[in-house]
């Protein structure tokens, strides 16, 4: 019999969708519920919560099924970990993004309150005490976190960092880890010796003086894993010292033999092994179908676990957490079509409550199921493999071939997979192979691989698709891969150019005789034998499997990506293979990262990755993309923000080469498909002309059209026009209408204070200077992080010319003001002089030497002047500042200043509306640089004080 | 890089006999006789005060020429073996470098490429968490068909840093191709 399952928090258990591209936000991403947990008696489920508005502490009452308390964090804050020390007390570690790291307890009271008792002791719990509830055990750091002492301690004094009466566990171990085992009421704790690379366990008896130490590891040539406690001489081992597959053995703690084997799978090595409070096996697992599998032992634990697997097919499952009483507990649920699932069962598995997902935004999508199958070598020897089909209403009838990294000790999974799903979703089929060399199915299979970089690997690769072939057809095979499956890629390619019409290789190797001396640090002793385990010996046929040796055998266009600072698999591989391939006008494109190593460390980043990477597969096959009344919204957007994501790469990102024109015909491909931002981007080089012509009339429309798609810098945008009078004549009531609706599609800092600035600049009856202050005051921005509040002050700062220059104001509305800027500027006196005043054009000059600052220096005085020709170049104006009575080296002067072009049709606009702030030391500037256009306009410069008075006003002409 | 340590002395205890050396400029010099082109690039995240390398002339390389970011540097010297000594960081910070993993040779006749010398500093203050000498030969190669064609057109380019590499040798050939 089947699990029932409870729908508590879903509307669809099973979502109703097209099967339709995902976006690459949604795939690529950190789950948005993390560390869930349940309390000791069951009554609440705890998460950690992340959504775009705040990241949350959450707490679902398990008896109503509702969620009681969402306490915002702000984003900050970052919950490292937490732990539930009773049924009412949580202690969290929380990571601040600039300051220290801070604990708290969260003590639950009536009514669903939660009282917040921030602590000054740093640590984590290690385990609850089971013959006293009111204490725990807790591992205590020392200031500086180099030693960490246990207590036994009462949970209110802990609360008020109170350790007078606590019990501290005597040891002499520099050790920072401590379990506790409560079947055998003992302290375990590993010690690491970095120098001998060597790993000691040692446990201590309740009671005891006296550490034994149970286990030593050093030897790095077979797996070694600690697995739990049989009795007080006796430990589990999974090891694979003496044997083909990772087994289960005892090992006596005193004699240190290894006894028989008590268990071993004849294909698959173990994973994990699970003993009961008396000692005894309840069950084992192994990675079978690339999932991993349960093999209980006991038959009240077999009957709940074969119900479990029935309920959830294809999929792992795992308990994460139980009551004290084990009488329910979270099971988590992974598969390759479900990115997680969190379940509250009971002991007996008979009823699922569905309680969170690990994905919110991917729960209403299709994700594509992948199917195992199993291959026999010519030599015998069984091969694993996954392929996953696209959906028959959206496939182009595309095969991609992905080899895995390594290629040694890893393995490919039947879990959830962000990238394969992304190809999926937009109708390709991934076929996956855990070839010779692959983790977990034995020594001698791992061994067979070593040394067989572009044979035997990919031969049994190319068994795998000639199967593939065998069941369906494909229009084009490409192959696709990083890291060695970077490299099996291009050999694949290069070994059957018949076959592959093209590939795509990710930070890949590809001269392999490099790998054994690529630096002076980096070659012989350790390091020759680190890569010798994987490649083999260093010899001279090594060039016969290496691509820049072979470069004439690619016949397919290639992508070559690749991190420009990765040390594994180093960019001079990909760099010299890319040379070498364009010098014989090889159809090659790349994508290189800067700042990145041996793959991404963001998600933003693999999101680019795989939009380039569709992008390509597109043009290099000719592919055609569905229209976008052919596609649901989502789909639309998927695809739309693929090209937004390839134009953003071309336009700013400093991570790659800019270049303008491509960022434009990628914006309008995005726009093509309805994305709104791409819309506002087009309209504003229109509107800017920087890259093309500029065109006004343009600028508007696609700014209307973003608009249109309630894009809310779209509507900012247009308010601003209309409260400026930017090119369209001044229209306060449509200003107010779109800047309004900008802040209700958007509450950002940028957008209320832009609302701000119209309300205390705009005539009677718009005019409202409470609400104008109320949105720019800080305390609100300041509740979510400090990055909202530096933007808001940043916006302060643009706002506050405008306001100056363009506000009717009483003296009572002006002192509000000013007693704001006061506040934000954290201003010592309003009143300012500007001294020793240079006006005109300015050189860049570089530090003559070591130590040095670059300076700006006057090359021509005065408001008439010559263009200079440099880009770090400027011209505007230079000054000292002179602030009565303030001798300090803070921040405490703030001017506003904005810059006004003034066009030969006497149009105004204001490019630049800033607010100089600073100490009264030094030199202060005011300056643009020269553009092409520079010369076809007039540049205005004011300087204001607090008192609406323009201190300095000039007008430059640019010749 | 454990075994690199950085030590605080005093500027004024720094030997002064290095010559200073820079870049050349493209086609206005013959390799005199006996001499060769040491081909070097220096990718730091942080500005350096001086590089020291000896050998049958102690040159150094100094702060304009090694500025946070990347720094090619072409310079004829005298054909022989050298060795990276010490790279001053600062005014108060220098590191000595190990002689085993800091000798290069200098063909004479020949650009001779001994690698990027990659420096990382993490902070102002603190010591170098990262100091290798790179082979990055193809990057190198652009750089010299971009800025010194006539060089490299007139010697060829050969690999004199660590290891055992090919690369020039089959870049080569393309041009026989």
Known sequence: MDIRILLAFALFFVPYCFAEPISADKLFDDPDVQQVRLSPDGKFVSAYVLDDENYYFSLIDTEKMKTTRSIPMGKDNRIDSYYWLNNTDILLNIDHRNKDRVALIFRLIKDNQVQALPIKTHGYFVHDYPKDSSKVLFAKHSRNRKYTNLFLIDIDNLANDDFSDALEIEHDKSTNYYSYDPNFNIITTFEYDEDDDKRTFSYLPWGSDEWITYLTITDKDYELKFSGFINQSKIAILTNKETDKVVLREYDIYSKEFSDIVYQHPEYDLDSAHYNEKGELIGVSYLKNGLRQWNYFDPSTKKAASRIANTFKNAETYFIDTTHDKSSGILHVNGSDQPGEYFLIDDKATTAQRLLVSYQTLDDEYLHPSETFYLTSKDGSKIEAFITYPSSDFDFKTLLVMPHGGPIGVSESDRFNAEVQYFASRGFAVLRVNFRGSSGFGKAFQDQGVGQFGKLIEEDITLAVNTILKKKSFKHICSIGASYGGYSAVMLAMKHPSVYKCVIGGFGVYDLQLLYNVSNHRSGGEFTESVEKIAGKYREELKEVSPVHQYRKLKAPILLIAGKDDDIADFEHTNRFKYLLKKTNHDVETLFFENTGHGHSSNHARQIEAAVTFDYLRRVLNLKLPTKNKLSNSGREAIARDFALIADRYEFDNNTDIDKEKAFDYYKLAAKYDHPRSLFNLGATYHSGDDVKKDLAKAIDYYKAAADLEYENAHKRLGRMYMEGEYVKQNWSKAKHHLEKATQLDPSPDNNIMLARFYCSAPKPHKDIHTCLKLMQLEQYDRISERQRKIAVDHIKSAMPWILAESQLTQSELESIKRFAKSVFELSDYKVYLENIKLGSFAFKERESFGERDTMELVEAGTHIQALPEDKDRFGVQFEVDAPGLNTSKDRVAIPARWIKIDADGQTSYPRQFTLWGSPDGTWSAFLPFKEDTTQSKWKLQLFNWEQQVILEREFIIN | ?177
């Not at chain 2, 013959?30 to 081909?39: E, F, I």
């Not at chain 2, 942080?46 to 000896?54: A, E, S, W």
């Not at chain 2, 190990?98 to 004479?108: A, F, L, N, R, S």
């Not at chain 2, 010398?117 to 990057?139: A, H, K, M």
Request: charged residues 25%; contains cysteine; aromatic residues 10%.
């Open chain 2, 1 to 177: 890089m454990n075994r690199l340590k950085a030590v605080a002395l005093l500027i004024l205890l720094l030997s002064g006999c290095a010559t200073q050396v820079t870049s050349i400029k493209d086609g206005q010099t013959q390799l005199a006789k006996a001499k060769g082109y040491l081909l070097l690039s220096v990718e730091t995240n942080r500005d350096l005060k001086t590089i020291y390398i000896n050998g049958p002339q102690n040159i150094s390389l100094g702060s304009k020429d090694i500025r946070a970011g990347s720094n090619y540097i072409l310079v004829e010297l005298e054909a022989g073996s050298y060795t990276f000594e010490r790279i001053q960081l600062d005014r108060y910070w220098y590191m000595k470098l190990d002689e085993e993993y800091w000798q290069v040779t200098i063909e004479q006749g020949k650009i001779n490429y001994i690698g990027h010398l990659e420096l990382v500093r993490p902070r102002y203050w603190s010591g170098v968490s990262r100091v290798e000498l790179v082979n990055r030969s193809s990057e190198a190669l652009e750089y010299l068909e971009e800025s010194y064609p006539v060089v490299l057109s007139n010697y060829p380019i050969t690999n004199s840093g660590p290891g055992e590499d090919d690369f020039f040798d089959i870049a080569a050939s393309l041009k026989k191709d």
